[in-house]
């Protein structure tokens, strides 16, 4: 089956440091991926739609300034958060629509981040 | 925004015991689909019933839809305590939008 990866698994950083989270298709193409967050015992909030090769569409209410995505590849798409703060704590999910499919997202295990 | 709404949001049964969940939405959808979360982890995708679908098995899931009511339900039947997890519906128009969730508990 399809396998989408994430790394870090988790990160711990100081408030005002950048941190990058990866997520990667192993075994498909991916021309669309999306990040999600989710807060604790909350559900998953959709924070921005990448496409390979242009730029992210974000949700309402989240800073593209502060959250960079780059979705350079096929395989690869990069979540940013620049000069992090404490209340950018929590578990960030991707997940990834394979090239030709319409309904079918795979979703990585997440990224726990804690800024301290 | 959150489109589905999830009932209820906490669930304690038994083991042996028959789970049902029930989720509500607001606009037209192509799709429902249904994904458990363990603690802590990612998300697992149980299944997608389509619009024009009513019902749909997998091994010890039940899934119905019914887009007059804009509901859908989740049984799983004869609950094991390996069922603890968080289960979240989530409509699918362009994207995946998730409901709020029910936290299941299966006692040994």
């Known amino acids: 089956g399809a396998v989408v990866s994430q790394h870090p698994s988790w990160v711990i950083c100081k408030s005002g440091t950048s941190v990058k989270i990866e997520c990667r298709s192993l075994?498909?193409?991916?021309?669309?991926m999306f990040w999600y967050r989710q807060f604790p015992k909350q559900s998953l909030m959709l924070m921005a739609t990448s496409n390979e090769g242009s730029k992210a569409t974000y949700e309402q209410g989240v800073e593209k300034d502060k959250f960079l995505i780059n979705h350079a590849s096929l395989t690869l798409s990069t979540l940013t958060v620049t000069s992090a703060h404490p209340e950018d704590s929590s578990f960030y999910i991707c997940?990834?629509?394979?090239?030709?499919?319409?309904?079918?997202?795979?979703f990585g295990p997440g990224t726990r981040l804690t800024v301290l | 925004s959150q489109q589905g709404e999830e009932d209820p949001q906490a669930l304690s049964i038994q083991e042996g015991e028959n789970a049902t969940m029930n989720c509500s939405y607001k606009t037209s959808i192509n799709n429902l689909q249904w994904y458990r979360q363990n603690s802590g982890r990612g998300l697992v995708h149980l299944i997608l019933i389509r619009s024009n679908e009513r019902e749909k098995h997998s091994g010890r899931l039940r899934v119905t839809l019914d887009t007059s009511k804009k509901s859908s339900s989740l049984l799983i039947t004869a609950s094991r305590a390996a069922d603890t997890a968080s289960y979240f519906c989530?409509?699918?128009?362009?994207?995946?939008?998730f409901g709020g969730g029910t936290r299941l508990m299966v006692k040994p």
């Open positions: 989530a409509t699918d128009r362009s994207m995946l939008t």
């Open positions: 075994d498909f193409q991916a021309t669309t």
């Open positions: 997940s990834a629509r394979a090239q030709g499919s319409y309904n079918e997202q795979f």
